[in-house]
């Protein structure tokens, strides 16, 4: 079966800081990888996707994840974190041929103090 | 190019009611799924629609319901409502494989049963 963990619930981080979210998976191969970001009472907003090929991918708002097969993680990491990138954080998996058929984790909370 | 839309934004029903939730699909778009994120937690997937037939279904029993118009936009209905539906509701669109193989998700319907 597959699974999505996010070990870490809540992290807090001073502004100007770095970040790494933690995303481990468990699924027979390759699956497809996304993080996404929730605002309080808002929708999901994609900050970045992994299909194939470059394990490092960048993404918007200066994010960027790196996916290690070994390890079965896709970890987020932002060099320096900004007030408005306190929110809630999603990592979420597809199997290649389940498209429109997302398995999230149950998120991370980011707080960014001054 | 019109992103995903949600009607209503807020809902408060009594147990055992039921509801309709209604998305407008992004322009290009022709498959729609549906989640429920519970307080707290990750968003699950309730079931897909494409072509206007369901196109698998998660973990929900069957009082959970949809549709799709040949518009593509969608319902998602509740029947007898228990107070653990409570919870945003949030719909996705996306294109098929080999497009622009995106997710665009709406802003959500926050139901509360009481």
């Known amino acids: 079966a597959q699974s999505v963990t996010q070990p870490d619930i809540h992290i807090t981080v001073s502004e100007g800081a770095s970040l790494e979210l933690r995303c481990n998976y468990s699924y027979g191969a390759t699956p497809y990888l996304f993080w996404y970001v929730q605002s309080p009472g808002q929708g999901l907003q994609l900050l970045l996707k992994?299909?194939?090929?470059?394990?490092l991918v960048q993404g918007i708002k200066g994010f960027e994840a790196e996916f290690k097969r070994s390890q079965s993680s896709f970890n987020l990491r932002k060099p320096s974190v900004h007030w408005s990138d306190a929110a809630e954080y999603f990592c979420a998996l597809q199997p290649p041929d389940s498209w429109g058929k997302l398995q999230f984790g149950a998120g991370t909370q980011v707080v960014v103090t001054p | 190019e019109t992103g995903v839309t949600q009607s209503p934004t807020h809902l408060i029903k009594t147990r055992g009611q039921q509801v309709t939730l209604r998305c407008s699909s992004q322009?290009?778009?022709?498959?729609v799924s549906w989640y429920q994120q519970a307080l707290g937690q990750g968003p699950q997937f309730i079931f897909q629609y494409y072509r206007e037939e369901e196109n698998g279904r998660g973990n929900f029993p069957p009082r959970f319901s949809g549709l799709q118009f040949p518009n593509y936009s969608s319902e998602l209905n509740v029947n007898a409502l228990e107070l653990d539906d409570s919870a945003l509701y949030l719909c996705?669109?996306?294109?098929?494989?080999?497009?622009?193989?995106?997710?665009?998700f709406g802003s959500g319907t926050r139901l509360t049963v009481v």
């Open positions: 996705a669109s996306s294109s098929p494989p080999g497009q622009s193989y995106g997710y665009t």
């Open positions: 992994y299909f194939s090929g470059d394990t």
């Open positions: 322009s290009g778009h022709n498959t």
